[in-house]
């Protein structure tokens, strides 16, 4: 595992995080409970320190298997965990919640759920346009005053709301998505980085995508986030996607890597992010996702990929 520091809260996070979306159990392939806690203690045993979670992933569940864990291990502490706020889960349903009083009673909830008494880094998740943004930034000042939260951060806001969010709070942390099949958002991130913010990327394997387990167009149930959320998994971008994997297919052969690690190497690279966060409810899959640590592709090799990759993103 590597090592760096989280933007400028200072904290000593690993370039892996482990994303918990997926272990929450809802719109993801299903796990028992013992492979999902399994697979938090998996990360740490790879040396992961770092675990993003939210009280949206199945309505808490996911903060209940990461909170449990790390009670049972005793771990609390030697782990970093990132949570959310402004966001909730209900019936099925992603519902923005940016008010003030909405957030203080979240945040109560997810230390329950955590277990703990204080949150490492707070996220906005998504922006509330129905909330004035100093009511909702307010509201995580008051939590950073009563020791609850020990720094505050955005997750899918645009450089204006950034802006706009950090004249009420401190923005110390930003998890925007990126990765191999979505680079929209590199622009943002290269400024967050410049601004010393602690950058913790988000779908790195493009949702399960970039790592060649899907190679047939699938219809996917309403609610399966490979449906809803990530657009490659639908055309006109599965075929595009495809013929990127083809690129990353010769590279695997030629280096005896599996996939995932290739887009995990390709994001690495990226100097700007602090750490990428990969998604995984089995023990399996994180070891070898962290083997990526134990090479790296060449400059020619990022070359041959940065082409692929523009040519996936041409309209
Ligand atoms: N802030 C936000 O709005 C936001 C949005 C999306 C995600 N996130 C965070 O980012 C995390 C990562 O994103 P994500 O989980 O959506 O996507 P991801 O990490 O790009 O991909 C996760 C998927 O890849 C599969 N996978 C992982 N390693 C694999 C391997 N070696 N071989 C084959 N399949 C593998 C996982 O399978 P299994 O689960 O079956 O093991 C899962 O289906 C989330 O869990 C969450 O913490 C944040």
Redesign the pocket.
Known sequence: MKYTKFGKTGIEVSKMCL????IGGAG??NYSDESRMDAIKAALDCGINFI??APAYNAGKAEQYVGETLHKLGARKEVVIST?CGNEFIDGKYVRCGSADKILRECDESLQNLKTDYIDVYLV??PDPNVAMEETMDALNQLKKQGKILHAGV??FTKEQMEEANKYCEIEAY?P?F?MVDRENEELIRWAHAQDMGVMT???????IL?G?YRKLKTYEAND?RNR?YPYFREPLFSKAMKLLSVMDKISKERNV?L?QIALNWTLKKEFISSC??????RD?IE??CKVFDWELSAEEMQILDKAIEEYSRA
Do not use: V
């Open positions: 994303g918990t979306w997926g993801w392939d993003d979670t959310k998740h998504w997750s899918n998890q998505q990765s988000y779908g790195t394997l493009g949702g399960g790592t387990k986030n959320f599996p995932a966060i990969t998604g995984s409810q089995s899959k070898a996702n």
